[in-house]
């Protein structure tokens, strides 16, 4: 991501998340901005802290959404933080850190460029972890995110 983009993101991340909190973010090296993420979130001036619950494609009884589908249990998963967020009063501009689980790492990085995207759009500046584990909750989920924001 340019240095303008991210100032640019930055700018409206500040005025989303209001004039107390101030997220900074710390790039030592760039190849994870090609992701639209950093390597580290500072947060100063936060009053609340959020911890997200993994979410994933799943309708309101936990049924699995989308089975073989990563792009779009993404999609999925991310709406779920979303509204998340938004029970607690706040936006995707809150969030500092998620940590992505999935069955499938070289699936994942596949449609990387669909999915990493999302983030940035929606004014998250965060810093993420991608773990490969062997399973989730169901056998039709391929992925599961969970996140911390602060406000």
């Known amino acids: 991501m340019a240095d303008s983009t991210c100032i640019e993101a930055l700018s409206r991340t500040a005025a989303n998340i209001g004039a ?3 997220v900074t973010p710390h790039n030592p090296t760039p190849w994870m901005q090609g992701f639209r993420l950093n390597h580290a979130v500072e947060v100063s001036g ?3 802290t959020l911890y997200l619950s993994g979410q994933t494609a799943s309708d309101a ?3 699995p959404l989308h089975p073989g589908d990563l792009v779009a ?3 999925v998963a991310w709406a779920n933080v979303v509204d ?3 029970a ?3 936006t995707p501009a809150n969030l500092v850190r998620l940590n992505m689980y999935t069955i499938d790492v070289p699936a994942f990085m596949e449609v990387a460029d669909q999915i990493m995207p999302i983030h940035a759009e ?3 500046q965060i810093a993420c972890t991608l773990l490969g584990v062997r399973e989730l909750y169901h056998p039709d989920i391929l992925i599961e995110i969970e996140g911390t924001a602060s406000a």
């Open 46 to 48: 936060g009053e609340r």
């Open 84 to 86: 998340a967020l938004a």
């Open 122 to 124: 929606a004014g998250a």
């Open 20 to 22: 107390k909190m101030k």
């Open 73 to 75: 249990q993404y999609k």
């Open 61 to 63: 009884e936990g049924a």
């Open 88 to 90: 607690a009063d706040m």
